[in-house]
């Protein structure tokens, strides 16, 4: 069964202090892999798509690896405003547009 | 360009009642999903809409049903309300090729559906 599982449920970080998401995914034919930030009472906000193992795309403090076992979301600098709900989503072979969703990594940044 | 918007943004029913949730696409997007999100979980994908029918369904019973109109909008109809069914509801569109090559999904903000 496709599965997403991210780690840990929970970080906290000083201002400043990096740090990184963890993303493991068993999905048959993976098409994409998704990263979406997603703030208390709203809808997830897109952050990435990555397509094959080796990739990686950046924006601002983010970015976003791909491995054919897990994905990382490496967060350099982080500042308070990052702080936020982070979820990793796969969209494998099914074709249905089901998107897999983990669990999520609740992320909180203290000045 | 309009995002993806949803109504009610708050709701409390009674077990056993019936609900209707409310979904506009993004302009330009014809293909719709639905998710339950459940209090510290990530989203749980319910269905999707492709040209007004029903292409893909997840894990969830014949009382979670939906409709897709030609504008694109949609809704979620759930029956038989149960306590477990309290969770926020997300409303996804995309376009019909990115969908199907899983590029971005937009969500709107949500339905807080409270079953008492």
């Known amino acids: 069964e496709d599965q997403v599982t991210q780690s840990p449920e929970a970080l906290r970080l000083q201002e400043g202090e990096s740090s990184s998401l963890n993303c493991s995914y068993t999905?048959?034919?993976?098409?994409?892999l998704f990263w979406y930030r997603q703030d208390p009472g709203k809808g997830p906000e897109f952050l990435f798509t990555?397509?094959?193992a080796g990739e990686e795309k950046e924006k601002e403090r983010l970015k976003a690896t791909l491995t054919k076992k897990e994905s990382f979301l490496h967060i350099t600098a982080p500042k308070p405003e990052d702080s936020a709900t982070y979820l990793c989503?796969?969209?494998?072979?099914?074709?249905?547009?089901?998107?897999?969703f983990g669990q999520g990594t609740t992320l909180q940044v203290k000045p | 360009e309009t995002g993806v918007t949803q109504s009610p943004t708050h709701l409390i029913k009674t077990r056993g009642q019936q609900v209707t949730l409310r979904c506009s696409s993004q302009?330009?997007?014809?293909?719709v999903s639905w998710y339950q999100q459940a209090l510290g979980q990530g989203p749980q994908f319910i269905f999707q809409?492709?040209?007004?029918?029903?292409?893909g369904r997840g894990n969830f019973p014949p009382r979670f049903s939906g409709l897709q109109f030609p504008n694109y909008s949609s809704e979620l109809n759930v029956n038989a309300l149960e306590l477990d069914d309290s969770a926020l509801y997300l409303c996804?569109?995309?376009?019909?090729?990115?969908?199907?090559?899983?590029?971005?999904?937009?969500f709107g903000s949500g339905t807080r559906l409270t079953v008492v």
């Open positions: 996804a569109s995309s376009s019909e090729g990115h969908s199907l090559r899983g590029y971005g999904y937009t």
């Open positions: 999905v048959s034919g993976l098409r994409g």
């Open positions: 990555l397509y094959s």
């Open positions: 989503a796969a969209f494998g072979s099914s074709n249905t547009g089901k998107l897999i």
């Open positions: 302009s330009g997007h014809n293909t």
């Open positions: 809409y492709y040209r007004e029918e029903e292409n």
